[in-house]
């Protein structure tokens, strides 16, 4: 029995053990959809509008009937006594007795009825509530957007620090081999030392950008993790290489898309504003309207000197009303006048936002077009110079290594190569990110 119990220890531990090394693997469009679902931002922003869902039946229920039950019980430690004429019980004129009315204990239990009739504010709040509702819609939206375009972002930047870490183990092993190769004819006296220090140094500096690049790949990846709503530590692997992302992102009809403000979220986000600016200001003027509402009541009331209230015999006494409140508002010291002015000032103030954010996104727009415009002919730009500093740099080495190039011709060519390297991958992860900041304004939302 021992055995058989620490067998399937060992089998739920290794099975358990598998599953923690188990890696998830992500297309850009899995990336995206992936984090529209599990990202922290994206699943709290939707819950605001579960809450603003409830929130506008919460407004909407105070103007529906309200039934409140209530019951009160009694006990008088010592009862109250009250005078009256003596001569009302048989005493003298001019005295006083003293009498105790009513029983020790007593119960009243009631139900009542409320209705609002009318009231201004409450009619006000029920579009207020609407509008929070398409707020917290919109504010989804927006992160949404956002969160698309900082997986965007992390995916690209992931991709970028693995190929420079590709690139750069390329280049050391090339590196350690031409300087073992010149280390070999410096020994046979046919070179210089300053050939293999020339050298050296250029390989110490890969190598040290090597482990700050690899440094960086970790955090890339936990940064990754993060944006998509993963554990950190979990083991990921992306499916797209960088170049053909890149060359997959060139879209010259997305410069041409159609600058539609009204479909941009941050001006739907400063549209809502004014509109529930102009709600506030209707709201104050409501506060002069009177405001009516009914109810009905009853109940009953039973009475005793000790605890017979759940007797059969008990007698109760019953009562019922019915009744209405008319709340009439006639004169607040210029209060409510202040109020609707302020409220009239905000309105304004909201207009010339929404005019300003208008104007500001038509900027942004011409910005964002503009960048990624850039972005795809510096591309082009870098792709071509990378070429050219590769046959640059093999022709600096077979000259060195037949003695006609120097070896400070040889590291600078290489120092070329290794900038056009990097400037190369750095043009490409521009066009990925130039075209989610584009889409992200012009709210696309095509992965």
């Not at 010259?252 to 809502?272: G, R, S, T």
């Not at 009853?298 to 008990?314: A, H, R």
């Not at 510096?378 to 070429?387: A, H, T, V």
Request: charged content about 25%; glycine content about 4%; hydrophobic content about 40%.
């Amino acid at each position: 029995m021992i055995k058989k119990y620490v067998t399937y220890c060992l089998l739920l531990v290794s099975s358990t053990f598998v599953f923690a090394q188990e890696t998830m693997n992500f297309s850009l469009a899995e990336a995206i959809d992936y984090a529209l679902e599990n990202n922290r931002i994206v699943k709290n922003a939707q819950r605001d509008i579960e809450a603003a869902k409830e929130q506008k039946w919460e407004t909407t229920a105070t103007g529906l009937p309200q039934i409140d039950a209530n019951v009160d019980y009694q006990n008088f430690l010592k009862q109250q006594i009250s005078l009256i004429p003596a001569e009302f019980v048989g005493g003298e004129p001019g005295e006083f007795a003293e009498v105790i009315f009513g029983t020790k204990q007593n119960v009243n239990a009631a139900i009542t009825l409320r209705q609002l009739l009318f009231d201004g504010s409450y009619l006000v709040g029920l579009q207020s509530a609407k509008v929070f509702l398409e707020i917290s819609k919109n504010a989804k939206e927006k992160t949404d957007l956002e969160v698309r375009k900082a997986v965007i972002n992390a995916y690209g930047n992931m991709l970028l620090a693995q190929e420079t870490v590709d690139i750069l183990e390329k280049n050391t092993v090339v590196l350690q081999k031409n300087l073992n190769d010149i280390q070999k004819i410096f020994e046979n006296g046919l070179e210089e030392e300053e050939s293999v220090e020339q050298l050296q140094i250029t390989l110490a500096g890969v190598e040290s950008a090597l482990n700050n690049a690899s440094r960086l790949k970790i955090i890339a990846k936990n940064l990754f993790n993060l944006t998509i709503g993963l554990d950190i530590n979990t083991d990921t692997r992306l499916t797209e290489n960088l170049e053909d992302l890149a060359v997959n992102n060139v879209s010259l009809e997305l410069i041409d898309a159609n600058e539609d403000i009204n479909n941009n979220i941050d001006y739907k986000i400063a549209f809502n504003d004014k509109t529930s600016k102009d709600l506030m200001l209707k709201l104050e003027k409501s506060r002069g309207l009177p405001s009516l509402s009914g109810f009905i009541n009853g109940g009953y009331l039973g009475f005793s000197d000790s605890f017979t209230f759940l007797d059969s015999d008990q007698q109760w006494a019953g009562f019922s009303l019915v009744g209405v409140s008319l709340n009439v508002p006639i004169f607040s010291s210029l209060g409510r006048s202040a109020a609707t002015q302020r409220a009239r000032i905000n309105v304004e103030k909201a207009k010339e936002d929404l005019i300003q954010i208008e104007q500001e996104l038509k900027l942004e727009i011409a910005s964002a077009k503009s960048n990624y415009q850039f972005s795809i002919e510096d591309f082009d730009i870098k792709k071509r110079s990378l070429k050219l500093a590769e046959r640059i740099e093999r022709k600096n080495e077979i000259k060195f290594f037949e003695g006609i190039a120097s070896s400070f011709d040889l590291r600078q060519a290489q120092t070329q190569l290794y900038g056009a390297q990097q400037d190369y991958l750095q043009s490409m992860l521009e066009v990925i990110t130039r075209k989610a900041d584009l889409e992200t304004i012009l709210n696309i939302t095509n992965n």
